[in-house]
């Protein structure tokens, strides 16, 4: 079922990280249609980029070779200068410079300023995307995530890799 | 990412997901997805482009409003500026 490139990776990741790691298959993807148009609509962004802020929450574990399931929260309005990346899969060079490269803030005031857009969510969530053990991410840090996406009134998500 | 998606998806929220791998994204099966064919650390353009960064934020968006069943992975149109 995997192509030969996902079937590389997983042999690298089992070989120098995890030695049960393989790659999740699904069959099918939840749906829930767009209840109404975007520029009614609250936006909240999600990245795994591994963000945080530096002034007042602990890094994530970025160098545990079975990655790490836990979130954060990050307040629209915190200064660019308290965040940092905690996340050893990737080059930081970009994100490092321009915030907007992976968490659009940004980008978003601009689209509810233009009327495409309702709201920006005051509260974006933050994970850690190199993660070969899936388990505590699928059963207990998405939901949670989501239960409080849907208690801050978020009508769609928008998520943001690295 | 496509995981986080699809749990926020079953809460009742509408998500579309920016993805750098059509790969991964094939398996995981996040609920709408956009591909670029951007470098890892960079999803939505370079540092200070933010005219292509707006650009792959539009086209993720639209998708909200214009896909209509689940597991779609629509190609970005955007190019890596030179």
């Given at each position: 079922?995997?192509n030969s ?11 120098r ?7 999740i ?12 148009p975007l ?23 970025a160098?545990?070779?079975l990655g790490?399931?836990s979130?954060?929260?990050?307040h629209?309005?915190t ?7 905690a996340?050893t899969?990737?080059n930081?060079q970009?994100l ?6 992976a968490?659009?803030i940004?980008h ?8 495409a857009?309702?709201r920006?969510?005051p509260?974006t969530y933050?994970f850690?995307g190199y ?9 207990e840090t ?6 409080r996406?849907?208690?801050?009134g978020?009508d769609?998500?928008?998520?943001t890799?690295? | 990412m496509?995981?986080?998606?699809r749990?926020?998806e079953e809460?009742?929220?509408?998500t579309?997901?920016?993805?750098m791998?059509r790969e991964?994204?094939?398996n995981?099966?996040?609920?709408r997805a ?12 370079p540092?200070?482009?933010?005219e292509?960064q707006m ?14 069943r ?6 970005s ?6």
């Amino acid at each position: 079922m995997l192509n030969s490139k996902l079937a590389a990776v997983q042999a690298n990741v089992q070989r120098r990280w995890d030695p049960h790691f393989e790659w999740i298959h699904n069959e099918a993807a939840p749906w829930t249609p767009l209840a109404k148009p975007l520029a009614q609509c609250t936006i909240g962004l999600v990245t795994t980029c591994g963000l945080y802020r530096a002034d007042v929450q602990l890094p994530f574990d970025a160098w545990h070779d079975l990655g790490d399931p836990s979130f954060r929260e990050i307040h629209i309005d915190t200064p660019a200068d308290r965040l940092r990346i905690a996340h050893t899969h990737y080059n930081h060079q970009h994100l490092a410079a321009d915030l907007n490269v992976a968490l659009p803030i940004a980008h978003f005031a601009r689209l509810v300023a233009e009327g495409a857009v309702g709201r920006l969510s005051p509260w974006t969530y933050s994970f850690m995307g190199y993660l070969p053990q899936t388990r505590q991410l699928v059963n207990e840090t998405a939901p949670a995530v989501a239960r409080r996406l849907k208690a801050d009134g978020v009508d769609a998500a928008f998520l943001t890799p690295c | 990412m496509g995981l986080i998606a699809r749990a926020i998806e079953e809460q009742g929220i509408a998500t579309v997901c920016v993805v750098m791998s059509r790969e991964i994204a094939e398996n995981v099966k996040p609920p709408r997805a956009l591909h670029v064919r951007f470098p890892y650390g960079a999803p939505l353009g370079p540092a200070g482009h933010s005219e292509t960064q707006m650009a792959v934020v539009r086209e993720a968006l639209a998708l909200l409003e214009r896909l209509d069943r689940p597991g779609m992975i629509v190609e970005s149109t955007v190019e890596w500026p030179e």
